[in-house]
């Protein structure tokens, strides 16, 4: 039986907003390397970097009928999240429905299939990650489900959970881990800004990260060569003069 949830519990807003402020590859760090979208799914237009609560669609492959249903359930500061229950390249959202849920206050849509209209998604400044960027269209024959659990892009999302998402790709934040994540999204950023510092006055990450004792453990040496001495790994193959000109 297909279901519409109204009024999940979301992540409050305050922290999801603060979410924003890190990208993509700071958050994954933060939680321990987990909660990454497939990297197929990419921006449909450079630039933008957003975070929000999601609102999750379950939608048959290439039927939209459920998102036009999820629009009525969106509120300010969400991301839409689409996820189809079979692989499917249609585009399934354009600049019709962007027009509809940018006056709900959405802020951006992730979706594991196909959007279109990208030049016109541009020039409103409305966000997609999609998988693909087709033309094919959609019908409304079919239902789905709103505001339940879904797979997108190899994650589970949740309603209300935060999903961020920038030109390196998308991450979720399970709502109930939103909070700690974010405490350690902020000390990642402190310590990177630290590095960044000694970096740029000539530091070596060897030594800033004290790398050089897990590397002599490991094996790794170090010898200065000789005078003349050819020291690379086929030194010794006598390579004939043809492949040693290519071929010329």
């Given at each position: 039986?297909?279901?519409?949830?109204?009024?999940?519990?979301?992540?409050?807003?305050?922290t999801?907003?603060?979410?924003?402020?890190?990208?993509?590859?700071?958050?994954?760090e933060?939680?321990r390397?987990?909660?990454?979208?497939?990297?197929?799914?990419?921006?449909?237009?450079?630039?933008a970097?957003?975070?929000?609560t999601?609102?999750?669609?379950?939608?048959p492959?290439?039927?939209?009928?459920?998102?036009?249903?999820?629009?009525?359930?969106?509120?300010?500061?969400?991301?839409?999240?689409?996820?189809p229950?079979?692989?499917?390249?249609?585009g399934?959202?354009?600049?019709?429905?962007?027009?509809?849920?940018?006056a709900r206050g959405?802020?951006?849509?992730?979706?594991?299939?196909?959007?279109?209209?990208?030049?016109?998604?541009?020039?409103?400044?409305?966000?997609?990650?999609?998988?693909?960027?087709?033309?094919f269209?959609?019908?409304?024959?079919t239902?789905?489900?709103?505001?339940?659990?879904?797979?997108?892009?190899?994650?589970r999302?949740?309603?209300?959970?935060v999903?961020v998402?920038?030109?390196?790709?998308?991450?979720?934040v399970?709502r109930?881990?939103?909070?700690?994540v974010?405490?350690?999204?902020?000390?990642?950023?402190?310590?990177?800004?630290?590095l960044?510092?000694?970096?740029?006055?000539?530091?070596?990450?060897?030594?800033?990260?004290?790398?050089?004792?897990?590397?002599?453990?490991?094996?790794?040496?170090?010898?200065?060569?000789?005078?003349?001495?050819?020291?690379?790994?086929?030194a010794?193959?006598?390579?004939?003069?043809?492949?040693?000109?290519?071929?010329?």
């Amino acid at each position: 039986m297909s279901v519409v949830i109204r009024h999940p519990a979301r992540t409050d807003r305050a922290t999801a907003d603060a979410l924003a402020g890190y990208g993509v590859a700071t958050v994954h760090e933060a939680q321990r390397r987990t909660g990454l979208l497939d990297p197929a799914l990419r921006p449909v237009w450079g630039g933008a970097h957003i975070a929000g609560t999601a609102v999750t669609v379950s939608v048959p492959p290439a039927d939209n009928w459920m998102i036009h249903v999820a629009v009525e359930q969106c509120r300010d500061g969400d991301v839409l999240v689409v996820a189809p229950t079979s692989p499917s390249q249609a585009g399934y959202f354009g600049d019709l429905l962007a027009t509809s849920v940018m006056a709900r206050g959405v802020r951006g849509l992730v979706i594991d299939a196909g959007c279109r209209d990208v030049a016109e998604l541009a020039r409103m400044g409305f966000p997609v990650w999609a998988r693909h960027i087709s033309a094919f269209g959609t019908v409304k024959e079919t239902l789905g489900d709103v505001n339940t659990p879904v797979v997108c892009g190899g994650q589970r999302i949740e309603p209300g959970d935060v999903v961020v998402a920038d030109d390196d790709g998308v991450v979720v934040v399970p709502r109930l881990r939103a909070a700690e994540v974010l405490a350690a999204s902020e000390a990642r950023e402190r310590r990177e800004a630290g590095l960044r510092e000694r970096y740029a006055r000539g530091e070596l990450g060897l030594d800033v990260n004290t790398m050089r004792e897990r590397l002599a453990r490991k094996g790794l040496t170090y010898r200065d060569a000789p005078s003349g001495e050819d020291v690379s790994a086929d030194a010794s193959v006598d390579v004939p003069a043809a492949e040693r000109t290519g071929g010329r």
